[in-house]
């Protein structure tokens, strides 16, 4: 049954990641933390777009969320976005969720914004931290796209 499962979740991942045509966003996700065995994964896409004549995209924090816990547990989370060349942390969303026992989630969308596309193809970061209901915040787990490319 863990076997299938995983298997499931893995398929899920791939069919996300991998864009169904050329204007899709693809998922790309960062390093891993954890706490009070509760772990998170930051995850961002960045889906890009025309509006008139000027190119745009939509930058989307995303979070892939493990309890590894004998039972369920309600989890915060909180997601910033910026762009990281001179730009300064805004908070993209914020929310809970219940998690089953021993179970992942996700990739659950946190929050979007869209930007202009800049002259320089400037990085775009988001990062992500959650905690178990009553405990204590995870270090933050990030991921950064460059998705203006002409």
Same mark, same amino acid.
């Given at each position: 049954?863990?076997?299938?499962? #995983?298997t499931?979740?893995?398929?899920?991942?791939?069919?996300?990641a991998?864009?169904?045509?050329a &204007?899709?966003?693809?998922? #790309?996700?960062?390093?891993? +933390?954890?706490?009070?065995?509760?772990?998170?994964?930051?995850?961002?896409?960045a889906?890009?777009?025309?509006?008139g004549?000027?190119?745009?995209?939509?930058?989307?924090? &995303?979070? +892939?969320?493990?309890?590894?816990? #004998?039972?369920?547990?309600? /989890?915060?989370?909180?997601?910033?976005?910026?762009?990281?060349?001179?730009?300064?942390? +805004?908070?993209?969303?914020?929310?809970?969720?219940?998690?089953?026992?021993?179970?992942?989630i996700?990739?659950?969308?946190?929050?979007n914004?869209?930007? /202009?596309?800049?002259?320089?193809?400037?990085?775009?970061?988001?990062? /992500? &931290? +959650?905690?178990p209901?009553?405990?204590?915040?995870?270090?933050?787990?990030? #991921?950064a796209?460059?998705?203006?490319?002409?």
């Open positions: 049954m863990k076997q299938l499962a #995983a499931a979740g893995a398929a899920l991942l791939t069919a996300l991998l864009p169904a045509d &204007h899709a966003a693809a998922i #790309a996700c960062g390093g891993a +933390v954890s706490t009070q065995n509760i772990g998170a994964q930051g995850c961002i896409s889906e890009r777009w025309k509006d004549r000027v190119f745009m995209r939509n930058i989307t924090a &995303h979070a +892939v969320i493990t309890n590894s816990r #004998a039972h369920a547990t309600y /989890v915060d989370y909180e997601a910033y976005f910026r762009i990281r060349e001179g730009g300064h942390w +805004v908070k993209l969303g914020n929310g809970r969720t219940i998690v089953q026992r021993r179970s992942t996700g990739p659950i969308e946190l929050g914004s869209d930007r /202009v596309c800049g002259p320089v193809n400037a990085t775009a970061e988001i990062r /992500v &931290h +959650v905690r209901a009553g405990g204590a915040w995870s270090n933050w787990s990030g #991921a796209t460059k998705q203006c490319q002409t």
